[in-house]
């Protein structure tokens, strides 16, 4: 049960992690079709779970988890998020959101985060956020199910906070949405990652919209 309510404590909304700047993208995405019907919406936020948490995410999470704190196997997975994360502003995110994670574990005593930050200074690691969860919580007592998650949970929760706040959807409309994610999330983290397993992710209408958000003279979010 204490391992449970841990996952519960890391995906809360208000754990300072910093995800509140950050729309994944999909500030940019509802620029190009502003208006987006609400089941256009949902798939939307369904193929960002299944083609990008699942595939990316969640694979260098698992890695990062199994590293068991060893900080050269952690900054190798670190290392090919970074190169695998072509779109500027979603990089630059990944890793302030990671930044902002150690920062709030650090501050509450785990020794981990403190030794990835120091690594993050001297350039041995970059700090993407799925890699820093996936490092830090294989030290906080979750299991490896539940990293997933949590994770999971996290990513499909912070679109929504992000889609509400931009006057996408409306908050119970938000809330059936990821209502609905949560068997995908259950589903797609039962599916095993080998240890060799590579990082892939296909959203190219997402990361073209990225793209030209970061071009945008107004916005509310840094991605």
Known sequence: ?????????????????GSFAFSGGLEGAIALRPGIPADDFAQLVAAIIRHRWATFDRVALVR?????GDLPAIAAVDHDVEAATLIAPLREGSRRNGASFLAAHARLGNELAGRLRAAIRVGDCHGHIAVMQGAVWSSVGLDETLAQMTSGYAAASGLITAAVRLGAVGVLRGQGVLSDCLPLI??????PIPDDAEMESLLPFLEVASARHAQADLKLFAN
């Open 1 to 17: 049960m204490l391992s449970t309510l841990r996952a519960l404590w890391q995906a809360d909304g208000t754990f300072p992690s």
């Open 186 to 191: 259950e589903q797609l983290a039962a599916m």
């Open 64 to 68: 990062a988890y199994r590293a068991r």
